[in-house]
């Protein structure tokens, strides 16, 4: 079974500058995450997609970050201007809806994005 | 509303020593727990669940929590640890499809 797929792995941008990631989860699950991790700290939502609807985006910055699941498959999370304090690693994270799955997150490798 | 608490941020251990990796959790309703282990450079893997039932569950790689309600405490243990163990440990509490991470633990084993 395929994993949860994402790309790029790293990025390196200058702050004001755009980036976008993209994630395909695992096939099947209806619900995708997107997390980000700062370095020393665990894993922080950003936004959850039940489908292609959002269910939850109360602690992305939307002033500068904006997620998409159009078809609701795959997504791509993008940041316009980024910021110093967005160096980090963005988690994307797939399971069954809920009430189907006991709430196990699979997780792909990460794109770790560096901000100078 | 939900929170994880990891008691330590850093546990360095030999060697088939035993190990326990410290997790509190608060929330006014009932939740699942997990335990994650994260590599270097690579995304998070569950390493075992505690859903309903026996309290002491076990999962991947000799790994094992014991649920404690009245504590509200989800500690990991293994009796012996090995060198590939070495890697970031993280607590989650789950509630309606909500997951919350702790700041992780980083293990790690020396020879």
């Known amino acids: 079974e395929a994993g949860v797929a994402q790309s790029p792995r790293y990025k390196i941008i200058e702050k004001r500058q755009s980036v976008a990631f993209w994630c395909n989860p695992i096939s099947g699950h209806a619900t995708l995450y997107w997390y980000q991790q700062i370095l020393g700290q665990g894993p922080k939502l950003l936004i959850q997609f039940q489908n292609n609807g959002v269910v939850d985006d109360s602690q992305l910055p939307k002033d500068r970050f904006s997620a998409e699941r159009l078809k609701g498959v795959d997504s791509t999370l993008k940041i316009q201007p980024a910021k110093l304090e967005d160096s980090a690693v963005y988690l994307c994270?797939?399971?069954?809806?809920?009430?189907?799955?006991?709430?196990?997150?699979?997780f792909g490798e990460g794109s770790r994005l560096t901000v100078l | 509303a939900q929170s994880v608490t990891q008691l330590d941020s850093q546990v360095p251990v030999f060697e088939e020593a035993p190990v326990e990796l410290r997790c509190n959790y608060s929330s006014s309703v009932s939740v699942y727990l997990f335990w994650y282990v994260q590599y270097p450079n690579q995304g998070l893997q569950l390493l075992l669940k505690?859903?309903?039932?026996?309290?002491l569950v076990k999962g991947i790689n000799g790994f094992e929590a014991e649920f404690n309600k009245s504590q509200t405490s989800f500690h990991l243990r293994k009796p012996s640890v090995h060198i590939s163990d070495t890697a970031e440990y993280f607590c989650?509490?789950?509630?309606?499809?909500?997951?919350?991470f702790g700041d992780g633990t980083t293990l790690t084993v020396k020879p």
């Open positions: 994270a797939s399971s069954f809806p809920r009430g189907v799955g006991t709430g196990e997150l699979f």
């Open positions: 989650a509490v789950t509630n309606a499809g909500k997951s919350t």
């Open positions: 505690y859903l309903s039932g026996s309290t």
